[in-house]
């Protein structure tokens, strides 16, 4: 075994140094021209895909090399059990993503923190970490799709996509990397014999069918929503389109300015005054306060969520989770200018990390989900304007309209005096439905008061049917009454609105928990479970479709084993297996068990030579 792991390191060994030196060099020329530690989650995404296609590269030439007959032969016939020859393996690939893709990475990383004033967490190790941990699950991955007997098992690699790419803390997501790792080296050791059939064991079998049975989920579910919404846009009747925007719909409300958007929800108001409103409402007067955030980032998240910089008219604030508090530097002589905290002082860490948005008036302010802080540009300091308490969260909308500041939660829309604090709320309006479906929210002021109206439908695509508008009048007073309510009509069919459902319930479910189970940051419903999306009631024809997928699945598996080579046992368990999980389980039968044609001898034959 160590033979073999010093032969391996010896075989890689110029092509390992190659990468690490051009890795850093890289890194280092990218870093003189923009801060990737702190640059946007797609960046980071991208230098993932990069680093996990040379993993895959290597292992395909690596296993490719070692499949030629002779030299397979030479590899497992060894006195030595095949799982020692395959820790070799493993632990020579482990050595050399350590030093040609993490090595680079900390050195960057170390020397940035002593020698510059940028901003470097211990969440950005446990990200270099993660990218080298990905590598190697990479590596995993193309070993058992260059020893598996399928041209379907690259569907493997969807394993660490949909298990490790969360937006959440830092040791959660290197928590599903080593869970991912394991479960990707058991597959590859399944696969890592003479003969590359998986045998029937319950778990080698079980282990292998469930990533191809996502992959197909998948497909079908991203799949068919793009052939099916081509199709439209081939027949002219795309709701989406600049040239087919169906009445009275979503679409309609949301390409709406926000005095349009109001007038669209008086449209079937029956107070006397909605003439008189409609009529005053104009561009000038009306306003959209959001919301502008559905997801805050997490402590210590993985990556970056939202704007982890902004500016003022001298200095360049960056955010850092080990201290909860922005790092200053002079835009233009790198000068340090301290930290900048919360509160009037600047001194009390965050409660989370800001999101920086903008009202209609281009003032700038930091959101979290318990304070709201303005920017003060001209002294480069912050101001809290308002607090939330218990659970509810802001939802980073503000806009300015005559004397009011309008602030969205996910619990209520608040109103507020010009420079007013927690104890000066004005008035206040009740959300009429779960924020996670609310679209948008605009404002627009009469003679009366202010219109407020709010639309829903954002989660429409994925199955929530209902989706108002609301309007309400608040009077001087403070006072709230609703004066219009429509029902907005769907854009797209029922069937596809629910396809993520139907196609199969099970994988759905699979596909969905881990979104429920692991904190990202999503600003969730007031007072709803976080499992209420997926135990979101559905139509009748939506599980009429789901039962005709699962029971055609399974009479597609019973005809499909009607000529294998397997027990009734076996064929018994893959019908079932197709009852729960629809066509992914069908598809995932066909490319695991192939149909076996016997061969066909002639009787007579058999009986002339006896």
């Given at each position: 075994?160590?033979e ?21 060099l ?11 530690p ?9 230098m ?12 395909l ?17 060894r006195?030595?059990?095949?799982a020692?020859?395959?820790a ?6 482990l050595t050399?993503?350590l ?9 960057v990383?170390?020397?940035?923190a002593?020698f510059t ?24 991955a193309g ?22 790419l ?28 003479p003969?590359?059939h ?9 282990t ?14 991203w799949?068919g929503s ?14 989406l ?6 009445r ?13 958007a109001i ?12 003439a ?19 997801q ?8 970056n969520?939202?704007r ?8 360049l ?43 209609n ?16 540009a ?9 607090r ?11 806009a300015v ?12 829309l608040?109103?507020?005096?010009p ?22 929210v ?36 403070g006072?709230?009454q609703?004066?219009a ?10 069937l596809?609105?629910?396809?993520d459902?139907?196609?199969?319930p ?6 969905s ?7 990202n ?25 789901a ?18 080579h ?12 197709c ?24 009787t007579?034959?058999?009986a002339?030579?006896?």
């Amino acid at each position: 075994m160590l033979e073999l792991y010093v032969s391996e390191l010896r075989r890689f060994r110029m092509a390992a140094a190659i990468h690490g030196i051009a890795s850093l060099l890289i890194l280092v020329a990218l870093e003189q021209v923009a801060d990737l530690p702190s640059e946007s989650s797609w960046t980071h995404v991208v230098m993932l895909m990069l680093y996990m296609l040379s993993g895959l590269g290597l292992a395909l030439y690596q296993f490719g090399t070692y499949r030629q007959p002779n030299r397979w032969i030479w590899l497992l016939h060894r006195p030595i059990h095949r799982a020692r020859v395959l820790a070799a393996l493993v632990l020579a690939a482990l050595t050399l993503v350590l030093l040609a893709v993490a090595l680079p990475l900390f050195i960057v990383l170390a020397s940035q923190a002593h020698f510059t004033s940028r901003v470097i967490d211990g969440r950005h190790y446990a990200g270099a970490a993660f990218l080298a941990l990905s590598t190697l699950s990479a590596w995993l991955a193309g070993g058992y799709m260059m020893l598996h007997r399928s041209r379907w098992a690259f569907a493997i690699m969807v394993l660490p996509l949909v298990l490790t790419l969360r937006m959440a803390t830092a040791v959660t997501v290197l928590g599903l990397g080593v869970v991912c790792s394991a479960l990707l080296l058991f597959l590859l050791y399944t696969v890592f014999r003479p003969s590359r059939h998986i045998g029937d064991r319950v778990g080698a079998v079980v282990t292998n069918a469930l990533p191809l049975q996502v992959c197909f989920y998948l497909a079908l579910v991203w799949g068919g929503s793009m052939l099916f919404q081509l199709g439209q846009m081939l027949a002219g009747v795309y709701p989406l389109s600049s040239d087919h925007v169906p009445r009275g719909g979503l679409t309609e409300a949301v390409r709406s300015y926000p005095d349009e958007a109001i007038q669209l929800g008086l449209a079937a108001s029956t107070d006397p005054r909605a003439a008189t409103w409609r009529a005053v409402l104009e561009h000038d007067n009306s306003v959209s306060v959001g919301p502008n955030v559905r997801q805050y980032a997490v402590h210590d998240l993985i990556t970056n969520q939202g704007r982890v910089m902004f500016s003022d008219d001298a200095n360049l604030w960056t955010f850092s989770h080990d201290r909860m508090m922005y790092r200053g530097v002079n835009r233009r002589t790198r000068v340090d200018k301290g930290w900048l905290g919360a509160g009037d002082h600047g001194a009390a860490p965050f409660a989370a990390q800001p999101t920086v948005v903008r009202d209609n008036r281009k003032t700038t302010y930091l959101v979290n989900p318990r304070d709201l802080h303005v920017l003060d540009a001209a002294h480069g300091t912050l101001h809290r304007v308002l607090r939330a308490d218990g659970a509810e969260q802001l939802a980073g909308g503000v806009a300015v309209l005559g004397d009011r500041i309008f602030v969205l939660t996910n619990r209520r829309l608040i109103l507020l005096a010009p420079g007013a604090g927690r104890d000066e709320i004005v008035a206040q309006v009740r959300l009429p439905q779960p924020f996670g479906d609310l679209e948008r929210v605009d404002a627009a002021g009469v003679t009366d008061g202010t219109l407020v109206s709010f639309v829903y439908g954002y989660r429409q695509t994925g199955g929530v049917a209902s989706a108002p508008q609301v309007v309400y009048l608040i009077d001087r007073a403070g006072h709230v009454q609703q004066v219009a309510r429509r029902e907005l009509s769907h854009d797209f069919p029922l069937l596809f609105e629910h396809k993520d459902w139907w196609a199969s319930p099970a994988l759905y479910t699979l596909v969905s928990l881990p979104d429920a189970l692991i904190d990202n940051g999503s600003i969730p419903d007031d007072g709803a479970s976080r499992f209420a999306q997926l135990l979101r009631p559905r139509p009748v024809e939506a599980w009429t479709a789901a039962l005709a997928a699962c029971l055609l699945s399974a009479a597609g598996a019973a005809w499909w084993t009607r000529r294998l080579h397997a027990a009734p046992r076996t064929r018994l368990a893959w019908c079932l297996a197709c009852i729960v999980l629809g066509v992914p389980g069908l598809l995932s039968l066909m490319v695991l068990r192939p149909r076996e044609y016997a061969a066909v001898r002639p009787t007579s034959a058999v009986a002339a030579h006896g």
